[in-house]
């Protein structure tokens, strides 16, 4: 009922009463700022304020979702330059900005808030400056997502021979176009009949190809793979992403324009510009604190523990490492320190860097791999070398501070880190990428419960238990009964991974050479993982629900609970305020956060 708009475009019906209801709550308070001129101020007041009111309400239940589930936040830094994503980010701040002042005039004119920030009649002149400009991005914001031409392509075709021919006009020809970034590339396609479309998935996550007739219903397909289709027959054909996409043409969607197969048309198709696919940008991790020095006992008696290697993750998981070491003396004159990492299987040694300690003897490096390397999988030990200043040879010189970490312990922190024979990533890799994907998902269900679907809102519910579950659990499987069984997973199950990640902690406590640092960050990931458990269970729970429901009016609080655990499930909650997610409070983030910190080297003076 609400799928379809009534303005002539492709937006949706609660689109369409959107603009139109603040084109007319504008005139509204046009209305009032000239009953405000005139002095008739019980006219104006009668006005202004519901115009304010249902301005807000507006706000909450229809803007936020829909740029929350265009994930305008998350893209909009990694293309600053897309109309797509500037002009909403624009439209949403001066909304914003206009809607708080307005509030402020609302209760300040009913003498709710005290008048203390200047005269009252200026914040209501800039208010509506402000709602001015915030309804024409609005307007824009409508063009650019469903008024204006989108950029159409086609890629270079396979065959570079046409045959011209009364007969055959057109050879068969073959385009390519990309997956990226949750969204099609080219945004549409023009194209003769008979030409094959490959579509190439760039994206970490799976997508499928899907016509929204039921002609054509591709599996998932990942990173790096394909799914082909020939158009026969002319037409438009409008196709969606399951996973990532709605029918309506929300989301991940795309329509495809066949012309008939002759040279006029094959003309059009090859004027239309190639455009050319930009890899998605990556999205750095969350900022890793290094874990504290003073958890790190003393290898031997005799040693003072001087300083710690840590792991970090920068554009890739343990790309980075984080070397701060304390009491250190300046070097012999003419010589000079470099930092190594070393590994004791296979007698390597990679060079960090050059460093000299500052004047309290404290040395501090901080270092990415340039080709994202993991280097907690690589290296499981530190060498600090005193070198001459002009030094040509490549391998260290004399170590002056070493660390080396718990051979059996690293092991299974790797099963959680780096690799695991028994999953398709390790555990807790794992768990993090497939609970960002259901965070994904969780928008979805909250936006299609805002548009009142509850075939989306029951789709996304399926993938988030199949997400949960995995391909062997209870409750996987083809749960709304449309497309089969999707999940936009690896198929293992974040239940799985968690579980797998805090009995591999445990394990990893309980070797031999496990140190008192190792032993008390695996008690800190049993903690978040035992949140995690519980808030992915009750997530699971919910996404259940929704799928057992018979109309979207039923599922209000399942949506509120997917919404709210969602986040919590991937990154926590700072319940005490004190700034920081401590592992009684954290989730699978955290998790993984303690598991590198397991993995720190312990560094000790060989002087």
Not at 33 to 39: E, N, S
Not at 411 to 429: C, D, N, Q
Not at 547 to 572: H, K
């Amino acid at each position: 009922m609400f799928q379809s708009g009534f303005l002539g475009t492709n937006a949706s019906f609660i689109t369409d009463f959107t603009l139109l209801a603040e084109i007319i709550l504008f005139l509204a308070l046009c209305a009032g700022v000239i009953a405000q001129r005139r002095d008739k101020y019980k006219l104006h007041d009668w006005i202004q304020t519901p115009v304010v009111i249902l301005n807000l309400l507006l706000i909450v239940f229809v803007m936020i979702s829909s740029f929350l589930g265009q994930r305008v936040l998350n893209t909009l830094p990694q293309r600053p330059g897309d109309a797509y994503y500037l002009v909403v980010a624009i439209h949403a701040g001066l909304g914003f900005i206009a809607e708080a002042l307005a509030i402020y005039c609302l209760l300040a004119g009913h003498q709710i808030l005290p008048r203390k920030i200047g005269r009252l009649r200026y914040w209501m002149w800039a208010t509506f400056a402000f709602w001015t400009v915030a309804l024409i991005a609005g307007i824009g914001t409508y063009i650019v997502w469903y008024v204006q031409t989108p950029e159409t392509g086609t890629a270079v075709p396979t065959q570079s021979d046409t045959v011209s021919s009364e007969d055959n006009p057109t050879a068969p020809t073959t385009i390519e176009a990309f997956l990226q970034n949750f969204t099609f590339a080219p945004a549409n396609l023009t194209i003769t009949a008979g030409t094959e479309v490959v579509w190439l998935n760039q994206d970490g996550a799976p997508h499928n190809i899907t016509f929204v007739d039921g002609s054509v219903a591709s599996e998932n397909f990942f990173n790096g793979e394909s799914f082909a289709t020939t158009f026969a027959e002319p037409g438009s054909y409008l196709i969606y992403c399951t996973l990532h996409g709605s029918p309506d043409g929300s989301g991940m969607a795309t329509t495809v324009t066949v012309l008939e197969d002759n040279a006029e048309n094959a003309a059009i198709a090859a004027a239309v510009p190639t455009q050319n696919p930009i890899p998605p940008t990556p999205t750095p991790a969350p900022t890793v604190p290094l874990p504290p020095a003073n958890l790190l006992e003393p290898a031997a008696p005799e040693q003072t523990i001087v300083g710690l290697v840590s792991f970090f993750d920068n554009l890739a998981p343990s790309d980075s490492v984080a070397v701060l070491l304390n009491a250190v003396p300046a070097p012999s004159n003419g010589a000079t320190y470099q930092a190594w990492l070393t590994d004791s299987q296979t007698n390597t040694v990679f060079l960090l860097g050059q460093v000299l300690p500052d004047g309290n003897g404290r040395i501090s490096l901080q270092f990415t791999d340039a080709d994202g390397r993991n280097l907690l999988g690589l290296y499981d030990g530190f060498q600090l070398t005193e070198e001459p200043q002009f030094d040509d040879d490549p391998s260290p010189g004399t170590a002056v501070f070493t660390g080396q970490q718990a051979p059996e312990a690293l092991t299974y922190i790797r099963v959680i880190a780096v690799v695991s024979g028994a999953a398709p990533t390790a555990y807790g890799l794992g768990a993090r990428l497939q609970a960002e994907e259901l965070l994904r998902h969780a928008e979805f269900v909250q936006t299609a419960y805002d548009l009142l679907s509850i075939a989306d809102a029951q789709r996304h519910a399926e993938h988030i238990v199949n997400l949960l579950s995995g391909a062997q659990g209870e409750h996987f499987g083809d749960l709304d009964g449309v497309h089969g069984a999707q999940n936009p997973g690896d198929g293992f199950g974040i239940l799985p991974y968690i579980a797998a990640m805090q009995q591999t902690a445990v394990t990893t406590a309980n070797t031999p050479d496990a140190t008192n640092a190792i032993q008390i960050h695996s008690t800190h990931v049993v903690m978040a993982t035992d949140n995690a458990l519980d808030w992915a269970n009750q997530i699971q729970e919910a996404a259940l629900q929704i799928l057992a429901a018979d109309s979207v009016s039923e599922i209000g609080p399942y949506v509120e609970t997917i919404s709210q655990f969602s986040p919590l499930l991937l990154n926590g909650a700072d319940n005490n305020g004190d700034g920081e997610v401590a592992p009684a409070e954290g989730g699978i983030f955290t998790a993984y956060q303690h598991t590198q910190y397991m993995a720190a080297i312990p560094v000790v003076s060989e002087q």
